[in-house]
């Protein structure tokens, strides 16, 4: 016997130990490297491969598998040792539902199942009994049978035809409406039978009277009122849906199976004693996953014990299903009831630190309830506890007037009610912003159909390795939230003033984005002479000219960038802005930048007509200079083979066979010169004579070629960074 226990002790401990370096190996996975691969072998291996290479095949999957641009990016979790041994718990419970079939893995089984049955009674619900099922679509299926059983008598015995109609009443805010309407279809029961129920106010509330109602007209329609399920938190404000008393009386009242889901339930292991707080719950449903952070750990359905449900069929699947504990059974030793209620208690008090930093920052309006601080020495107030932070920013409390220098009250900052969308584009940037500064926080943007965007904070919506902010966190978020408030309130304040400057510019025109921008906007600069573009050339010229701006902006300051508008042109665009930016200063850099670059542009214009002209009139030089020698050396030298002969029985002066001089165009000066001196000193010489009064004619230009220059009408350049000449190549004589 000692043998045999020592070879399963030893075979428990080589799962642990393989998968322990599994799950190691692929949270080290490094997603930096991520790239994509053509094609995947899909085919099956003729071979056995070892164990090392299908893992190695895993990990190449997760580094190479084909992406898309709206693919998910790749997050590989970090594990803490809680959520470590939990993974791992689920390889050693495929061993042990192995370990010798019949009587003695059922008293294993028993007697984990006792003992997580009796850790979860005491801290949750008393006198219960729980089911362990992998979603919350199977616990909602689950309650809904356990409701028709305790009913319906001959349910067990004849099932759904035994059932009158019944009604399923529930709220239409309910996130786990989803999973309920699955759970009606998995049962078998017509979709027809859930009834929505109206609320009362924001805060998610039953209207009781509204369902007081509902089930009276059931009644009088022969249709059996059966269940009611309510959320404790889950809704997107983190609303409840009413007092946990309230609706526990009002169910008890008309027979109505009461179904409790929510994060707030988890507010039962903080209170000294929570018989009174259920007695009259029939069942509800604890998610250790999301409220803990834990992986592989089953979702809990803990129901009170009705003797209707002490029969064969119940029974049968409680057995099948109590190893299912096993991971909760790990975690809950290795944390202890201490680390998990004070988990609990973190949280909540998470929710009222940001609550008070929240309300605190001007220009925000907070949509959740306002929960109370917990504190274990005052009384246990269960309805007080909220599990949700839903803020937004909307200008509240920022100052909207202003007094002008004619001592007329103006308005300042721009509101939220004339300017939603663009409301919803600063919450999206702080929500970013938020998100890449402080992820430890878990804030999550979040779009509503009547707020709009809005940023949500959840310390019940862990994910895997995820823990509860520290206070240390909080007390550094808060400078930053404050720094990102005074942002917000800088830009809507100065809005205005934008678009006012904007108007009275002559040069500059306020667009409308492309893109969901959240600074000032963005503004194209359109010189006097082209207002009108009416031509797709006109378009081109000034989405250069923009493109240009934004360049010779960015190159002294980083808080410009470049936009697109809805048409498509290009634009400057402006981002966010502190209360010390000067807008007007802003603009007048703009229309500074503008006007150089359209005076770089004119001068380059001017230029472009010196050169012009300048090489017409080289042209026209050397072409006289040419006919002149055609005339002085003779027609006949041109002529084939009569030139030859002439050119050899009388040949050509020495000095005139160097041939027709170049011209060489100055564009500091706008002259056009002889190359002679260049070939003479192999240098460029002063244009101007040497002040000694010697003779330096060679030096100067030559009276044909000054005359040519002042019929061309060249204007010198007086740029002084234009330095530099265009020579005209020396023009060879005519072949002969």
Same mark, same amino acid.
């Given at each position: 016997m000692t043998d045999q226990q020592n070879q399963e002790s030893s075979e428990v401990e080589k799962i642990i130990t393989k998968s322990s370096k599994i799950i190691s190996k692929l949270s080290e996975v490094d997603t930096r490297v991520l790239t994509t691969q053509s094609s995947i072998n899909i085919d099956l291996p003729a071979e056995p491969r070892a164990a090392y290479e299908i893992f190695n095949n895993l990990e190449h999957l997760i580094l190479f598998s084909e992406s898309s641009d709206d693919d998910d990016e790749i997050f590989m979790p970090s594990l803490d040792d809680v959520s470590h041994l939990a993974i791992v718990s689920q390889a050693v419970l495929s061993y042990v539902k192995n370990i010798s079939p019949g009587t003695r893995l059922m008293k294993i089984s028993n007697n984990i199942y006792k003992q997580v049955t009796s850790w979860l009674s005491a801290l949750f619900f008393a006198d219960s009994l729980p089911t362990f099922l992998p979603t919350n679509a199977d616990c909602l299926a689950k309650s %809904?049978?356990?409701? =028709?059983?305790? *009913?319906?008598?001959?349910?067990?015995k004849e099932g759904l035809q035994s059932i009158k109609n019944c009604s399923i009443y529930v709220v239409s805010t309910n996130p786990y409406l989803p999973d309920l309407k699955f759970a009606v279809h998995l049962i078998g029961l017509p979709q027809n039978s859930i009834k929505i129920v109206q609320v009362t106010d924001g805060n998610e509330s039953i209207d009781l009277i509204e369902l007081e109602k509902l089930i009276s007209a059931d009644t009088a329609?022969?249709? +059996?009122?059966?269940? #009611? =399920? @309510?959320?404790?938190? /889950?809704?997107?404000?983190?609303?409840?849906?009413?007092? %946990?008393?309230?609706l526990s009386e009002f169910c008890q009242k008309h027979g109505l199976w009461l179904h409790i889901n929510g994060p707030? #339930?988890?507010? %039962?292991?903080? @209170?000294? &004693?929570? /018989?009174?707080? $259920? *007695?009259?719950?029939?069942?509800? &449903?604890?998610d250790f996953e999301s409220w803990l952070g834990l992986p592989s750990v089953p979702i809990v359905l803990m129901h009170k014990q009705f003797p209707a449900l002490k029969q064969g069929i119940f029974e049968i699947e409680s057995d099948m299903r109590k190893l299912e504990c096993f991971p909760l059974w790990t975690v809950i030793q290795n944390l202890g009831r201490d680390k998990i209620v004070n988990s609990f208690a973190q949280s909540f008090q998470s929710c009222f630190i940001l609550h008070e930093m929240v309300s605190k920052t001007r220009g925000f309006k907070i949509l959740s309830k306002r929960p109370l601080p917990y504190d274990p020495k005052e009384s246990f107030n269960f309805d007080a506890f909220t599990s949700i932070v839903l803020f937004q920013f909307d200008g509240s409390g920022v100052s909207n007037l202003q007094v002008n220098e004619n001592a007329e009250? +103006? *308005?300042?900052?721009?509101? *939220?009610?004339?300017? $939603?969308?663009?409301?919803?584009? %600063?919450?999206?940037?702080l929500g970013q912003t938020l998100e890449r500064d402080f992820p430890q926080i878990q804030l999550t943007l979040m779009d509503h159909s009547v707020y709009g965007t809005c940023i949500r904070y959840s310390p019940f919506e862990l994910s895997t390795g995820e823990k509860v902010p520290t206070l240390e966190t909080f007390t550094e978020f808060y400078e930053f939230f404050e720094s990102q408030s005074?942002? #917000?309130? @800088? &830009?809507i304040q100065k809005k205005q003033t934008f678009i006012d400057l904007i108007e009275k510019s002559p040069v500059l025109r306020i667009v409308q984005l492309a893109d969901d921008w959240a600074g000032l906007g963005g503004v194209y600069y359109v010189p006097e002479n082209m207002e009108k573009m009416e031509t797709d050339q006109e378009k081109t010229e000034l989405n250069k000219l923009n493109v240009q701006l934004v360049e010779k902006l960015r190159s002294s300051d980083n808080a410009f960038s470049l936009g697109e508008s809805i048409d498509g042109l290009a634009c400057v665009r402006f981002g966010m802005v502190t209360s010390e930016t000067d807008i007007e200063e802003l603009l007048d850099l703009v229309v500074c930048a503008g006007n150089e670059i359209q005076e770089s542009s004119k001068a380059l214009d001017s230029m472009a007509e010196v050169i012009k002209a300048g090489i017409h009139a080289a042209e026209n030089d050397l072409q006289k200079e040419a006919d002149e020698k055609l005339w002085n050396d003779g027609i006949l030298r041109v002529v084939p083979l009569v030139g030859g002969v002439l050119n050899w029985i009388n040949p050509l002066p020495k000095e005139k066979e160097t041939g027709i001089r170049g011209r060489s165009l100055n564009l500091q000066q706008g002259v056009v010169e002889s190359t002679e001196n260049i070939y003479k000193y192999h240098m460029q010489l002063p244009l101007n004579p040497p002040q000694n009064g010697r003779n330096s004619s060679s030096h100067s230009r030559n009276e044909s070629q000054s005359s040519t220059n002042s019929k061309q009408g060249i204007q010198p350049m007086t740029a002084p960074a234009v330095q530099q000449q265009i020579s005209v190549e020396e023009s060879k004589q005519p072949a002969t």
């Amino acid at each position: 016997m000692t043998d045999q226990q020592n070879q399963e002790s030893s075979e428990v401990e080589k799962i642990i130990t393989k998968s322990s370096k599994i799950i190691s190996k692929l949270s080290e996975v490094d997603t930096r490297v991520l790239t994509t691969q053509s094609s995947i072998n899909i085919d099956l291996p003729a071979e056995p491969r070892a164990a090392y290479e299908i893992f190695n095949n895993l990990e190449h999957l997760i580094l190479f598998s084909e992406s898309s641009d709206d693919d998910d990016e790749i997050f590989m979790p970090s594990l803490d040792d809680v959520s470590h041994l939990a993974i791992v718990s689920q390889a050693v419970l495929s061993y042990v539902k192995n370990i010798s079939p019949g009587t003695r893995l059922m008293k294993i089984s028993n007697n984990i199942y006792k003992q997580v049955t009796s850790w979860l009674s005491a801290l949750f619900f008393a006198d219960s009994l729980p089911t362990f099922l992998p979603t919350n679509a199977d616990c909602l299926a689950k309650s %809904l049978r356990l409701a =028709l059983t305790c *009913k319906y008598e001959s349910y067990i015995k004849e099932g759904l035809q035994s059932i009158k109609n019944c009604s399923i009443y529930v709220v239409s805010t309910n996130p786990y409406l989803p999973d309920l309407k699955f759970a009606v279809h998995l049962i078998g029961l017509p979709q027809n039978s859930i009834k929505i129920v109206q609320v009362t106010d924001g805060n998610e509330s039953i209207d009781l009277i509204e369902l007081e109602k509902l089930i009276s007209a059931d009644t009088a329609a022969n249709v +059996v009122p059966l269940y #009611l =399920l @309510a959320d404790l938190g /889950s809704s997107f404000v983190g609303g409840i849906n009413g007092s %946990l008393s309230e609706l526990s009386e009002f169910c008890q009242k008309h027979g109505l199976w009461l179904h409790i889901n929510g994060p707030v #339930l988890a507010a %039962l292991a903080l @209170a000294q &004693t929570q /018989s009174e707080l $259920t *007695k009259n719950i029939s069942s509800m &449903t604890l998610d250790f996953e999301s409220w803990l952070g834990l992986p592989s750990v089953p979702i809990v359905l803990m129901h009170k014990q009705f003797p209707a449900l002490k029969q064969g069929i119940f029974e049968i699947e409680s057995d099948m299903r109590k190893l299912e504990c096993f991971p909760l059974w790990t975690v809950i030793q290795n944390l202890g009831r201490d680390k998990i209620v004070n988990s609990f208690a973190q949280s909540f008090q998470s929710c009222f630190i940001l609550h008070e930093m929240v309300s605190k920052t001007r220009g925000f309006k907070i949509l959740s309830k306002r929960p109370l601080p917990y504190d274990p020495k005052e009384s246990f107030n269960f309805d007080a506890f909220t599990s949700i932070v839903l803020f937004q920013f909307d200008g509240s409390g920022v100052s909207n007037l202003q007094v002008n220098e004619n001592a007329e009250v +103006v *308005k300042k900052a721009i509101d *939220k009610v004339n300017n $939603t969308s663009y409301f919803d584009r %600063l919450n999206s940037w702080l929500g970013q912003t938020l998100e890449r500064d402080f992820p430890q926080i878990q804030l999550t943007l979040m779009d509503h159909s009547v707020y709009g965007t809005c940023i949500r904070y959840s310390p019940f919506e862990l994910s895997t390795g995820e823990k509860v902010p520290t206070l240390e966190t909080f007390t550094e978020f808060y400078e930053f939230f404050e720094s990102q408030s005074d942002i #917000l309130c @800088a &830009t809507i304040q100065k809005k205005q003033t934008f678009i006012d400057l904007i108007e009275k510019s002559p040069v500059l025109r306020i667009v409308q984005l492309a893109d969901d921008w959240a600074g000032l906007g963005g503004v194209y600069y359109v010189p006097e002479n082209m207002e009108k573009m009416e031509t797709d050339q006109e378009k081109t010229e000034l989405n250069k000219l923009n493109v240009q701006l934004v360049e010779k902006l960015r190159s002294s300051d980083n808080a410009f960038s470049l936009g697109e508008s809805i048409d498509g042109l290009a634009c400057v665009r402006f981002g966010m802005v502190t209360s010390e930016t000067d807008i007007e200063e802003l603009l007048d850099l703009v229309v500074c930048a503008g006007n150089e670059i359209q005076e770089s542009s004119k001068a380059l214009d001017s230029m472009a007509e010196v050169i012009k002209a300048g090489i017409h009139a080289a042209e026209n030089d050397l072409q006289k200079e040419a006919d002149e020698k055609l005339w002085n050396d003779g027609i006949l030298r041109v002529v084939p083979l009569v030139g030859g002969v002439l050119n050899w029985i009388n040949p050509l002066p020495k000095e005139k066979e160097t041939g027709i001089r170049g011209r060489s165009l100055n564009l500091q000066q706008g002259v056009v010169e002889s190359t002679e001196n260049i070939y003479k000193y192999h240098m460029q010489l002063p244009l101007n004579p040497p002040q000694n009064g010697r003779n330096s004619s060679s030096h100067s230009r030559n009276e044909s070629q000054s005359s040519t220059n002042s019929k061309q009408g060249i204007q010198p350049m007086t740029a002084p960074a234009v330095q530099q000449q265009i020579s005209v190549e020396e023009s060879k004589q005519p072949a002969t």
